[in-house]
């Protein structure tokens, strides 16, 4: 069998994946990710499992539906016996390392890396579980508020910041080791930003680069609250929305800072590539660059994520590999899709994978091969009142919860998905085959009970845990100090020569 090759995973947090039609829009000031996207398959309509951070991410790794991960929510245990990209890979033979977020929650911090460089950004316990039995009351110490929009502008460190900071430094410094050629395995290395995520506070040398930019207005204007559907209202009293007007300068201040951060970010992936190009490890490295979920950055009113709308649940999705030609692929895809599609391209038996994902590999469609099935999505944390659920095929999207009227969206012809046409007679006919498809899969009544009997345990399980000692379940990063640089049990020549490379020159 040939060489392995080694695998990149670059993700981001909450981009838009509207502002990727074919690569970064051209107005963006991100040099690195387009010179990565001419020279990848472009998949530009690609879609998040869920869109919220953990069930999102936990989605995007094992390949399943929340329903399957019972990641339903941010504070939702993701266990130890489900299957991830890094449990097949690292079982097939790779190295497998994390650097930076993946919103693990529960006791296992891993879930198949071998190593993990930094802790994570969020708490992996139970503290953020919505409950179902409340519906319409706010958590205020965790939910989102408008905060982060009515303070966004400029800050040279902030919590965010120093955080990705930390992540770009051990990822150079993982990929220089790697390079060093010690470990003959093939390795995957995971690289989690936790940008452009809000809070919306960028460096300045990042905010001067859109001083004049065109975009700091929302295409779609807010809407009146009556004019909402009802799951946007929702989203809007969680956020607490009605005691927080915002200025046309918040939002444009919010925007400017969240394409600064997208630069900032584009920075941050230009370190992690110019150490693969220095220590000679590009040529044989697929890079897959992809976001957990999206932001409406103000569209049509709304903030943040939570909704199946584009701007919330359409990210970006760049691979470049061998196996895959450069060029836009316009059939949705997800983001389950991407373990099925890292087997494929390693070379390890589909069988096995295929059988614990909901996805499937991208590199039949890659390479001209046609696609029938729907993307799905769930979503059922926080603004919810019961398990949401939706599809897109083709040009449509389909979003159905059982409180809540059904949503049909033609979005080549209504981008801006402003016209629901799951009641006009003309489309009848595809509303109801979306209607059929929900029912055969998804069993809603099960999914609802489900959250629930989830939440009240957690609730329980949290409250008891916050009694006494606390042991958090937080990763806490080590380091050998007795193995880092010159220690007295190693031989000075050796090591000196291992430590570098290219070597002899």
Same mark, same amino acid.
């Given at each position: ?5 080694n ?52 989605s ?31 079982r097939?033979?790779?190295?497998t ?23 994570d950004i ?5 503290g ?11 958590? &205020?110490?965790?939910?989102h508020? *408008?905060?982060?929009?009515? !303070?966004?502008?400029? #800050? %040279?460190? +902030?919590?965010? @910041? ?67 559907d ?17 200025t ?18 584009? &920075?941050?992936?230009?370190?992690? *590539?110019?150490?693969?190009? !220095?220590?000679?490890? #590009? %040529?044989? +490295?697929?890079i @897959? ?33 061998p ?20 087997c ?32 799905r ?8 009142i ?10 449509w999207?389909?979003?159905?919860c ?35 498809q929900?029912?055969?899969i ?12 989830s ?16 042991y958090p ?28 490379y290219?070597?002899?020159?």
């Amino acid at each position: 069998m040939a060489e392995r090759p080694n695998i990149l995973i670059v993700m981001v947090d909450q981009l838009n994946g509207t502002l990727f039609p074919d690569g970064p829009a051209e107005w963006l000031h991100a040099p690195n990710l387009k010179a990565l996207a001419a020279r990848s398959a472009r998949f530009a309509h690609t879609y998040t499992g869920s869109p919220l951070c953990a069930p999102g991410r936990a989605s995007f790794m094992s390949g399943q539906l929340p329903h399957r991960t019972r990641v339903y929510d941010n504070a939702a245990e993701f266990t130890s016996d489900i299957p991830t990209y890094a449990h097949h890979l690292r079982r097939a033979g790779y190295a497998t390392t994390l650097c930076g977020k993946m919103h693990f929650v529960g006791p296992d911090q891993m879930h198949g890396f071998e190593e993990r460089l930094t802790t994570d950004i969020y708490p992996a316990d139970f503290g953020w579980t919505p409950d179902y039995t409340r519906p319409g009351e706010r958590i &205020d110490w965790w939910y989102h508020n *408008l905060g982060s929009v009515t !303070g966004a502008g400029v #800050a %040279e460190i +902030t919590n965010q @910041l120093e955080f990705d900071d930390e992540v770009a430094f051990n990822a150079v410094r993982k990929v220089h080791d790697l390079g060093r050629r010690l470990d003959a395995r093939p390795w995957m290395l995971t690289v989690s930003f936790t940008h452009p995520h809000d809070p919306y506070v960028a460096r300045r040398k990042y905010w001067d680069l859109y001083e004049d930019c065109e975009h700091l207005t929302p295409e779609v204007a807010p809407m009146a609250y009556e004019d909402q559907d009802p799951h946007s209202r929702r989203l809007l009293d969680a956020s607490d929305a009605q005691s927080s007007p915002l200025t046309d300068d918040d939002v444009a201040r919010s925007r400017r800072a969240y394409f600064a951060n997208i630069s900032y970010i584009d &920075d941050k992936i230009g370190e992690v *590539l110019a150490a693969l190009d !220095g220590t000679r490890q #590009a %040529e044989n +490295t697929i890079i @897959l660059f992809v976001s957990d979920h999206g932001d409406m950055l103000g569209e049509r009113g709304l903030w943040f994520k939570m909704n199946f709308f584009e701007g919330s649940s359409r990210v970006p999705l760049m691979i470049a590999a061998p196996q895959l030609p450069p060029g836009r692929i316009d059939v949705p895809v997800s983001t389950m899709d991407v373990t099925p599609t890292l087997c494929d391209l390693a070379g390890i038996a589909m069988g096995p994978v295929l059988a614990w994902t909901d996805g499937e590999s991208l590199v039949p469609l890659a390479n001209g091969a046609a696609r029938f099935s729907p993307v799905r999505m769930e979503y059922a944390a926080e603004g919810s009142i019961a398990p949401m659920v939706a599809l897109r095929l083709e040009q449509w999207k389909y979003i159905h919860c059982e409180v809540d009227p059904p949503q049909l969206f033609d979005i080549a012809a209504d981008p801006h998905e402003l016209n629901n046409l799951a009641a006009d007679p003309t489309h009848a006919t595809t509303a109801a085959w979306f209607a059929v498809q929900v029912a055969e899969i998804w069993a809603l009544a099960a999914y609802d009970a489900d959250v629930r009997a989830s939440q009240a345990r957690r609730h329980l399980v949290y409250e008891a845990l916050r009694n006494g000692d606390y042991y958090p379940w937080d990763f806490q990063p080590l380091q050998k100090a007795s193995e880092r640089y010159m220690r007295n049990h190693m031989d000075l020549n050796v090591l000196e020569t291992s430590k570098r490379y290219p070597r002899g020159e």
